[in-house]
């Protein structure tokens, strides 16, 4: 975990869309379940929002943004993902700390919550969130649902 992990980070373009889809679609089934694809698609193509690329050399790896409540009391992560063979290789740690960093920049006092499923909670532990609440099933058959909140005294 002591090396530098070197990534080009760009904020996304409709020029990302094609890789960007290509990087659910290695998360899914285990990850991501297929009737997700829509929501996400649907998301890229939204014209306001914070979402960013990040690369190796010039491949596209990982993908990852937030959102803001009306009252900008409440940032929300949002679709952070790791292409599959990339993963466990510093890429998501990577991505995660540029989101919460600029998140914690431009909005110093705000709550940071996200949702993920049973397979990838320990890792946002590792950062500092801690689950809220757990609904089984809560994305769909056989993929619950974890609610976590950013703990605001653990270092990043």
Known sequence: M?????MRIESY???HFESCMEIIQSN??????????LDYKNYLLRK???YFVFFKDNDLVACGGYGLNKTKTKAGLCWGLVHRKYHKQGYGSRSL????????????????HL???QHTHQFFEK???ITEQITKNG???GLDKYDMTLNKDSNL
């Open 2 to 6: 002591g090396r530098f992990l070197y």
């Open 13 to 15: 373009q409709q020029k």
């Open 28 to 37: 899914t089934p285990k990850y991501i379940l297929p009737f997700e694809h």
């Open 48 to 50: 306001s929002k914070t």
């Open 97 to 112: 700390k540029y989101r919460l960093n600029h998140i914690m920049i431009n909005y110093p006092e705000i709550e940071i």
């Open 115 to 117: 949702d993920t499923s």
């Open 127 to 129: 950062f500092g969130f």
């Open 139 to 141: 994305y769909g058959e």
